[in-house]
């Protein structure tokens, strides 16, 4: 169905995967084991170098009509990237890029396999802010476009759909189509970039990325509110936001598996008062802002049975949080 020796002269022979042992990580993600399907049996795994290489493996599939999976970093948990038929599974692992940081325009240009943690940490370099995050920095560019990745701070900051100003695109046929760019205002034509984000890589895989950026604000600081109850804990979250406290951050977890996690860490869960916990992270134009969030929080969770408020401020601090909550 697919030829081998036709794909290793596209990507060169050490960058096509056969052994089923050697692919194995590429054939899963991070769907619950229970739930997981079962991975095709003849399956090759290719790992393009940049987006012609992209395109040549999807006009050689057009030519021979076989399937093509789009692989990027594999933190799905809904089994999106699983190859369930026979076919090939092109990783975008190589093409791995930050082509620019604008910072005189907000913007980043990035190749798709760039993983969030690498992007996180170019925008930051340069007192930038790339506000959403789904929780797992292993994350690439292209998976969280074609996922249109969400996490927590979608409270504040929305979706990645909100962020995406330009993509570049292989169509099934081989095509590339660029789309966008680097401006915030862009009425021209069908707003075909759109369509792609949140495709689930049906329609194209992505190669390159343009996305928003914002100056970094003060803070953040997190807040970690110990309740008794889940209905107490649940009652809080509009009761902040009806208060005019809009969190760049807000989640529900238990303490049980807080502290579970934190053991198989090697590590310790700082809250140890309550049953449950409201992981909430404010930002704020200035320190005074921060702080007065911080309060205004604590105060209405209080008001609504909380029983204790730990306020991480320090980056050591709220990274130790945020570590044990991106594990469980």
Wanted: a negative charge; glycine letters at 8%; hydrophobic letters at 40%.
């Amino acid at each position: 169905m697919f030829d081998v020796d036709r794909l290793k002269a596209i990507v060169g022979e050490d960058w096509v995967v056969t052994d089923r042992n050697q692919m194995a990580s590429y054939l899963i993600d991070e769907t619950y084991t229970g739930l997981i399907m079962k991975p095709a049996d003849d399956v090759v795994v290719v790992k393009p170098a940049n987006e012609d290489e992209v395109a040549q493996v999807m006009r050689l599939a057009n030519e021979l009509k076989f399937p093509v999976y789009a692989r990027g970093g594999g933190t799905g948990v809904c089994a999106g990237s699983i190859p369930t038929r026979d076919g090939v599974v092109v990783s975008l692992e190589r093409l791995d890029k930050v082509l620019e940081v604008d910072k005189e325009n907000l913007m980043v240009v990035a190749e798709a396999g760039v993983t969030l943690a690498q992007l996180l940490e170019a925008v930051e370099a340069e007192d930038l802010l790339f506000p959403p995050h789904p929780g797992d920095e292993g994350a690439q560019l292209g998976g969280l476009v074609a996922c249109n990745a969400g996490g927590t701070r979608a409270v504040k900051y929305g979706v990645v759909r909100n962020y995406v100003k330009g993509l570049r695109v292989v169509l099934p046929t081989g095509e590339t189509v660029a789309m966008g760019g680097k401006l915030l205002k862009n009425n021209t034509g069908l707003d075909l970039m759109h369509l792609m984000i949140d495709s689930e890589g049906i329609l194209g895989i992505v190669t390159q990325v343009v996305l928003r950026l914002y100056p970094k604000f003060a803070g953040p600081a997190t807040l970690v509110v110990s309740f008794e109850d889940r209905r107490s804990a649940i009652r809080a979250v509009p009761r902040i936001l009806q208060a005019g406290v809009i969190p760049m951050a807000i989640e529900y977890v238990d303490r049980d598996l807080m502290e579970d996690t934190a053991r198989y860490l090697g590590t310790n869960w700082p809250a140890t008062k309550g049953k449950c916990h409201l992981i909430v992270i404010v930002t704020g134009t200035n320190d005074d802002d921060v702080y007065e969030q911080c309060q205004n929080v604590s105060d209405i969770c209080e008001a609504n049975g909380a029983v204790d408020t730990l306020i991480a401020e320090s980056r050591e601090e709220q990274a130790h949080i945020l570590h044990i909550r991106s594990e469980e």
